[in-house]
């Protein structure tokens, strides 16, 4: 999956720290704050104020595109949220869940527990159903709605994706809007781009203005 090789591709340049919100442009922020309170149960999203949160950020380059990452610990989960412009992976420490360390029959619960505390309720509604394989290893990944294409999703909720990677267990939530077209551009997020969280105006095409059409 891209997004993956693009974080990865990230982690070798390198991420930045942040000691506060100063230096993430207005509308970015406006936007994770939006997403983070969308995509999130109460109580246990990036933003709260309750909460101590690790920043850091990878301003885009030529191979990788902007992406803030947020450190937090819920109830006794360590997370990693790795947020990009179209998209929030969250990663759940092995240290704090090792989903591979328990017996088979019990992984699928397990990660369904996790999925219904960190989620919003819309995203979860009628509780999570995961389609899991026969067997959830290294390299399983599993989702909500594994026939709908992301880029076609009406909304947010229609699909949840997640799986095993490195050992650990990872969610990947997609931001889309019914009024989206494909995905925003990735590597314009933290340099002030276009807002996503706005159905834009349509405007009619009138012909110019102080362009005026001559009498006969």
Known sequence: MKWFDDIKTAESEGFDELDGHADVPGQALAESRHWARTLFAQGKGPYDAARPVRRKVH????????????????????????????????????????????????????????????????CVSGGVCFRFPERIDEGTFFSTNPDLEPRLLGAWQDRLDAGIRGGELVFLAYKRLPWMAGFANPFAWLREGERIDQKPRFRFPFRRSGAKRKRR
């Open 59 to 122: 301003r885009a380059t030529k191979a990788a595109p902007d992406l803030l990452r947020h450190e937090y610990d819920v109830d006794d989960l360590h997370l990693s949220i790795v947020e990009g412009r179209s998209f929030a992976l969250v990663i759940v420490s092995r240290d704090s869940l090792d989903v591979l360390a328990l017996p088979e029959d019990e992984r699928a619960a397990a990660i369904t527990r996790v999925a219904a505390t960190l989620f919003h309720p819309v």
